[in-house]
């Protein structure tokens, strides 16, 4: 089976190492998602049973030839001919020796933003240089490999928008860049557009950063997710998934899949339940992993009300088809958490297309007894009273 693959750097948050959102968030929205899990942690005790770890779980948190490590220069962000950024309202091209470079991968494009679960501060393009180790680096899909990585880049410049309240000493701890030049301003006048260059790059690579030719446009409205670097299509016709394209997906009734047993599962599933809530997550993932167990209660208490769950587990399919291993880690994290509920596969249409291009895991939707997504997309790991609040306010809008 052939599956999409995700475009950039939201490649890499899906390996739950980036550093900008919830489950594979920045270091504030990190910190949130620690709360929680520590919340979990000291309330799975006794029958229910304890928090699945990583570890327990099957993951291995070290490199090594099984899969369980990658090459980041290879999920750094695509070179286009125009990039289009309508929660930004920014639109460029970049120089042709820019873009040579990043083909050769002598220069990385990444992307970041502020924590989405807060107020948009800032949300920049970054260039940075590669030395030959840096090409090669591999890190494992867990722990802090890739923001080492990351961190260890030299950065050359950035172009991106910033809450107009920053000053320039705040906006270039953020770029790490020490001259900026600003562009204009939103048409909202909330924001600045600025590209930062840092002087102590090489010259010649400077100057052709300042060479991109950058169009102000009008910024659409923040998204419900918060993520504000999803992008339009592109002038090659490359996929690029948002978050305009995710909500367009609004039934799952005719949906045909099968569960880690081999059970069958459609769409007529949704019929036997008011509200079921879709948690979609990967073996790989610690925070996904981490709030089974509450899930597992919850599907137990409210069943009654009317309300299901079930998973779905996203790298037991990968581009040669079943992933075997990821199969049996997905039937061991069901047991330790004792959860109930299926575990389903993506089937060939990624759930007509609601699967493609999620940027963080663990992402959940709610579904009603007709198949049809309703209510409000959610992403990152919740503790149990969390959970219930949302589930309880997103039942009530369907009955």
């Given at each position: 089976m052939v599956k999409t693959q995700f475009k950039g750097a939201f490649l890499v948050l899906g390996l739950?190492?980036?550093?900008?959102?919830t489950a594979c968030q920045n270091k504030g929205a990190a910190e949130q998602t620690?709360?929680?899990?520590?919340?979990?942690e000291e309330k799975a005790t006794g029958e229910q049973g304890l928090v699945v770890s990583p570890e327990d779980a099957g993951v291995s948190v070290n490199k090594d030839s099984n899969g369980d490590s990658f090459k980041p220069a290879d999920y750094t962000l695509p070179v286009k001919d125009e990039y289009i950024y309508e929660y930004l309202g920014l639109k460029f091209k970049l120089s042709e020796k820019i873009r040579e470079a990043m083909k050769a991968k002598d220069i990385v494009m990444l992307d970041d933003q502020s924590p989405i679960d807060q107020d948009l501060k800032y949300g920049l393009l970054s260039f940075s240089k590669l030395t030959e180790e840096q090409k090669n680096a591999e890190v494992a899909k867990m722990g802090d490999g890739y923001e080492k990585w990351q961190e260890s880049l030299n950065r050359i410049g950035t172009i991106g928008m910033f809450e107009k309240s920053l000053s320039e000493e705040e906006i270039g701890k953020i770029t790490k860049c020490d001259s900026h030049t600003k562009l204009g301003e939103s048409?909202?006048?909330?924001?600045?557009?600025y590209l930062s260059v840092n002087s102590t790059a090489d010259a010649e690579t400077i100057e052709e950063l300042k060479q991109t030719t950058?169009?102000?446009?009008?910024?659409?409205?923040?998204?419900?997710n918060g993520f504000v670097l999803s992008e339009k299509s592109d002038l090659e016709g490359?996929?690029?998934?948002?978050?305009?394209?995710?909500?367009?997906?609004?039934?799952?009734s005719n949906l045909q899949t099968k569960d880690i047993d081999g059970k069958e599962f459609s769409g007529k599933d949704f019929s036997d339940y008011d509200l079921t809530m879709v948690n979609v997550f990967a073996t790989w993932c610690s925070p996904c992993v981490q709030e089974i167990p509450d899930l597992a209660e919850i599907q137990k208490e409210m069943k009654d009300k009317g309300?299901?769950?079930?998973?779905?587990?996203?790298?037991?399919?990968d581009q040669t088809g079943e992933n075997r291993e990821a199969l049996e880690k997905a039937k061991l994290?069901?047991?330790r958490s004792k959860a109930e509920y299926p575990f389903?596969?993506?089937d060939q249409s990624d759930f007509n297309g609601r699967l493609s291009g999620i940027q963080a895991f663990p992402e959940t939707f709610f579904v009603d007894k007709k198949g049809q997504i309703v209510g409000e997309t959610y992403s990152g790991s919740h503790n149990k009273k969390a959970w219930i609040e949302i589930i309880e306010k997103e039942l009530a809008k369907v009955k």
């Open positions: 739950c190492v980036s550093l900008s959102f620690s709360t929680e899990t520590k919340s979990a048409k909202d006048g909330k924001y600045s557009y950058v169009e102000i446009t009008e910024k659409k409205d923040r998204p419900e490359d996929m690029v998934f948002s978050a305009d394209s995710q909500n367009a997906v609004t039934d799952l309300v299901n769950i079930v998973g779905v587990v996203t790298d037991t399919v994290i069901r047991e389903l596969l993506p």
